[in-house]
């Protein structure tokens, strides 16, 4: 999994599966957690949220894990599709000026 | 609704020259949020604009330094440019931003390369 400063970690899936990205982050008191897919030449896309109150978060095809004792996040993807192919990462904080990025983890996915 | 539009996409400069780059947010939101993004290193914030005025400041030198347009538009300046200076700016764009969690629209940033 990925931790903010850390060399980009990659993960290649086949297409079909189920995919499992996990972030580690730093601060316990942080309240919102967000991950970003960014593909090549673009800007990061919001995929999901999730925050403290919560434990699990569905959207369409994603889920997003949160773990508050070991301060650990992860997203899942259903059915990874070649389109999945891309960078993901995490973010920790308590509001949009108060956010820490990880890295990201590349997921690429094979045909 | 057009997206987030960054301009230019790539620039090259040298040590020592001085940049700027600009960003026009999706129409309505008045919250313009500037992040260098480096491999290794994540997202950085650097700062907000809200309504032409600097909000909030990461832990950037003063030769990073921006402004808000009425419009909303925004731009971002770094001076006496250093070779580490070399990264992909993003600029995001939110309604309300700073203390809110309003979802933030990513621009797809200006690639600069400091030779």
Redesign the interface.
């Given at each position: 999994g990925e931790s903010?400063?850390?060399?980009?970690p990659t993960l290649s899936v086949q297409e079909g599966d189920n995919s499992i990205i996990n972030c580690a982050y730093s601060n316990s008191a942080s309240d919102?957690f967000i991950w970003y897919k960014q593909e090549s030449?673009?800007?990061?896309?919001?995929i999901i949220?999730i925050r403290s109150n919560m434990d699990k978060r569905q959207g369409q095809r994603v889920t997003v894990l949160l773990n508050k004792t070991v301060k650990h996040l992860s997203l899942q993807i259903a059915a990874t599709q070649p389109g999945d192919s891309a960078v993901y990462?995490c973010?920790e904080g308590?509001?949009?000026?108060?956010?820490?990025?990880?890295?990201?983890t590349r997921l690429t996915v094979k045909p | 609704k057009a997206g987030?539009t960054q301009t230019p996409r790539y620039l090259i400069k040298t040590r020592g020259q001085q940049v700027t780059l600009s960003c026009s947010p999706i129409s309505g939101h008045r919250?313009v949020?500037w992040?260098q993004q480096t491999?290794?290193?994540?997202?950085?914030?650097l700062f907000?604009y809200f309504s032409e005025t600097q909000?909030?400041k990461g832990n950037f030198p003063g030769r990073f330094s921006g402004r808000q347009f009425s419009n909303s538009r925004s731009e971002m300046n770094v001076s006496t440019l250093e070779l580490g200076d070399s990264a992909l700016y993003?600029c995001?764009s939110?309604l309300l931003?700073?203390?809110?969690?309003?979802?933030?629209?990513?621009?797809?940033?200006t690639r600069l390369t400091v030779l």
């Amino acid at each position: 999994g990925e931790s903010v400063g850390l060399h980009l970690p990659t993960l290649s899936v086949q297409e079909g599966d189920n995919s499992i990205i996990n972030c580690a982050y730093s601060n316990s008191a942080s309240d919102y957690f967000i991950w970003y897919k960014q593909e090549s030449g673009k800007g990061p896309q919001f995929i999901i949220d999730i925050r403290s109150n919560m434990d699990k978060r569905q959207g369409q095809r994603v889920t997003v894990l949160l773990n508050k004792t070991v301060k650990h996040l992860s997203l899942q993807i259903a059915a990874t599709q070649p389109g999945d192919s891309a960078v993901y990462f995490c973010a920790e904080g308590l509001h949009n000026n108060d956010m820490r990025f990880g890295a990201g983890t590349r997921l690429t996915v094979k045909p | 609704k057009a997206g987030v539009t960054q301009t230019p996409r790539y620039l090259i400069k040298t040590r020592g020259q001085q940049v700027t780059l600009s960003c026009s947010p999706i129409s309505g939101h008045r919250s313009v949020s500037w992040y260098q993004q480096t491999p290794g290193q994540g997202l950085q914030f650097l700062f907000e604009y809200f309504s032409e005025t600097q909000r909030n400041k990461g832990n950037f030198p003063g030769r990073f330094s921006g402004r808000q347009f009425s419009n909303s538009r925004s731009e971002m300046n770094v001076s006496t440019l250093e070779l580490g200076d070399s990264a992909l700016y993003l600029c995001a764009s939110t309604l309300l931003g700073g203390t809110t969690t309003d979802t933030q629209y990513f621009g797809p940033g200006t690639r600069l390369t400091v030779l």
